[in-house]
């Protein structure tokens, strides 16, 4: 980021000297006394000035070290670095919200900004433009928006990873020309016309692993024969490289057979799984939503920076299988449906945030073993009673 953003931010500041020696989110989250999406906030706009160690702690870069030197040297001189000294509004992991004017007033006369992430429907009532545009900060990783026509320039000149915006009178055929509006404002350099066009749609060779790496955009993958249709801005914007596909910004539309794993890298967007069968999943979310409907044999191994994790995972009968989820600074919410013998056996680590799993039970059809760790965030695993495979 910006250096000036970074010492001109009274949290900020704080973080970057506390960063001396390096800490972990929740002793972070203690030690500032702030709430955790507010935390998760600031270290994203400290990216490049702050990073995490072998550890996993926060810890200075160079760029950072010298950022805390400027703001020692000016503190020194006793001149104020303060432009904003409220925190934002930050709205995060939401299914439905509703923004309204007299909302935004409140927080314009508190002189406080408005954030929405990782949610996933947002509705803006009518409101004055010119007042949204001074209140909302940003909306980023959102899957649909719905605005009146007034304020779409706004919403898109804020945006970042939002996949639908739908205005009163949008239909379904006018989507992917409000869709193109958000892609340019995520990438102003690229010139695009009011559609996104089909960059690819045909056949995939058929592998027994499956890599997706996704940076913005969406992706749904559900069983058929293997097969892609890609939606675009630029050709270049898609990668198909034997058993791994990689999307910059684009909409996907993959069926697959049922896999021996599946890989899922994504950095902000969304990812949808639904109705394959796999022995093995690995999932990492910076940033971003999956919801899956899916089922795995061997192991489930779920990492998630900041973004959010949802949906059903059936475990199929085994010797032995493993759900590893870990969350820092971000959601996992896991509905498990799991054969009526199977055993399970259930840990977690907890450092700053909740863990809800089911309770351990002993059954003479194999074991599933979860574990969960949380640093700074929410995991809660439930099991669908009532359910067998």
Do not use: W
């Given at each position: 980021?910006?250096?000036?953003?970074?010492?001109?931010?009274?949290?900020?500041?704080?973080?970057?000297?506390?960063?001396?020696?390096?800490?972990?989110?929740?002793?972070?989250?203690e030690e500032l006394d702030i709430e955790s999406p507010a935390l998760a906030f600031h270290l994203k706009?400290?990216?490049?000035?702050?990073?995490?160690?072998?550890?996993?702690?926060?810890?200075?870069?160079?760029?950072?070290?010298?950022?805390?030197?400027?703001?020692?040297?000016?503190?020194?001189?006793?001149?104020?670095?303060?432009?904003?000294?409220?925190?934002?509004?930050?709205?995060?992991?939401?299914?439905?919200?509703?923004?309204?004017?007299?909302?935004?007033?409140?927080?314009?006369?508190?002189?406080?900004?408005?954030?929405?992430?990782?949610?996933?429907?947002?509705?803006?009532?009518?409101?004055?433009?010119?007042?949204?545009?001074?209140?909302?900060?940003?909306?980023?990783?959102?899957?649909?928006?719905?605005?009146?026509?007034?304020?779409?320039?706004?919403?898109?000149?804020?945006?970042?990873?939002?996949?639908?915006?739908?205005?009163?009178?949008?239909?379904?055929?006018?989507?992917?020309?409000?869709?193109?509006r958000f892609l340019s404002a995520i990438f102003p350099s690229i010139r695009i016309n009011n559609r996104?066009?089909?960059?690819?749609?045909?056949?995939?060779?058929?592998?027994?692993?499956?890599?997706?790496?996704?940076?913005g955009g969406v992706v749904t993958i559900f069983k058929g024969e293997p097969h892609l249709l890609a939606?675009?801005?630029?050709?270049?914007?898609?990668?198909?490289?034997?058993?791994?596909?990689?999307?910059?910004?684009?909409?996907?539309?993959?069926?697959?057979?049922?896999?021996?794993?599946?890989?899922?890298?994504?950095?902000?967007?969304?990812?949808?799984?639904?109705?394959?069968?796999?022995?093995?999943?690995?999932?990492?979310?910076?940033?971003?939503?999956?919801?899956?409907?899916?089922?795995?044999?061997?192991?489930?191994?779920?990492?998630?920076?900041?973004?959010?994790?949802?949906?059903?995972?059936?475990?199929?009968?085994?010797?032995?299988?493993?759900?590893?989820?870990?969350?820092?600074?971000?959601?996992?919410?896991?509905?498990?449906?799991?054969?009526?013998?199977?055993?399970?056996?259930?840990?977690?680590?907890?450092?700053?945030?909740?863990?809800?799993?089911?309770?351990?039970?002993?059954?003479?059809?194999?074991?599933?073993?979860?574990?969960?760790?949380?640093?700074?965030?929410?995991?809660?695993?439930?099991?669908?009673?009532?359910?067998?495979?």
């Amino acid at each position: 980021m910006d250096m000036f953003d970074a010492i001109s931010n009274e949290v900020r500041r704080k973080i970057l000297k506390s960063l001396q020696v390096p800490k972990s989110f929740s002793e972070l989250l203690e030690e500032l006394d702030i709430e955790s999406p507010a935390l998760a906030f600031h270290l994203k706009k400290l990216d490049g000035l702050i990073s995490k160690n072998n550890e996993g702690k926060y810890t200075l870069t160079e760029e950072g070290k010298k950022a805390l030197s400027i703001i020692n040297m000016i503190e020194s001189q006793h001149i104020s670095l303060s432009n904003q000294t409220e925190i934002p509004m930050i709205i995060q992991y939401v299914d439905n919200f509703i923004v309204t004017e007299n909302m935004l007033r409140k927080l314009k006369e508190k002189g406080r900004k408005l954030i929405i992430r990782d949610s996933n429907t947002v509705e803006f009532q009518a409101i004055d433009p010119n007042l949204l545009n001074d209140v909302l900060e940003n909306i980023e990783n959102v899957s649909t928006v719905k605005c009146p026509d007034e304020l779409v320039n706004v919403i898109s000149s804020k945006s970042k990873n939002v996949i639908t915006i739908r205005t009163a009178g949008s239909s379904e055929e006018d989507k992917e020309g409000f869709l193109s509006r958000f892609l340019s404002a995520i990438f102003p350099s690229i010139r695009i016309n009011n559609r996104l066009r089909i960059v690819y749609d045909g056949p995939l060779q058929t592998s027994n692993d499956l890599s997706i790496e996704l940076d913005g955009g969406v992706v749904t993958i559900f069983k058929g024969e293997p097969h892609l249709l890609a939606k675009c801005v630029d050709m270049g914007d898609l990668d198909i490289n034997n058993n791994t596909i990689r999307a910059d910004g684009c909409y996907l539309k993959i069926s697959y057979p049922d896999l021996n794993s599946l890989k899922i890298n994504i950095n902000g967007g969304k990812v949808s799984v639904s109705e394959i069968k796999m022995n093995n999943l690995y999932v990492e979310i910076d940033g971003g939503i999956v919801d899956l409907n899916i089922a795995v044999q061997n192991e489930a191994n779920i990492s998630v920076d900041g973004g959010k994790i949802s949906g059903q995972i059936s475990f199929l009968p085994y010797k032995e299988s493993k759900l590893l989820l870990s969350v820092d600074g971000g959601i996992g919410d896991v509905t498990l449906s799991l054969p009526d013998d199977i055993s399970v056996i259930s840990s977690s680590s907890i450092n700053g945030g909740f863990v809800d799993l089911p309770k351990g039970r002993i059954g003479k059809n194999g074991v599933l073993y979860i574990n969960a760790s949380v640093d700074g965030g929410v995991i809660k695993v439930k099991e669908n009673k009532g359910h067998t495979n």
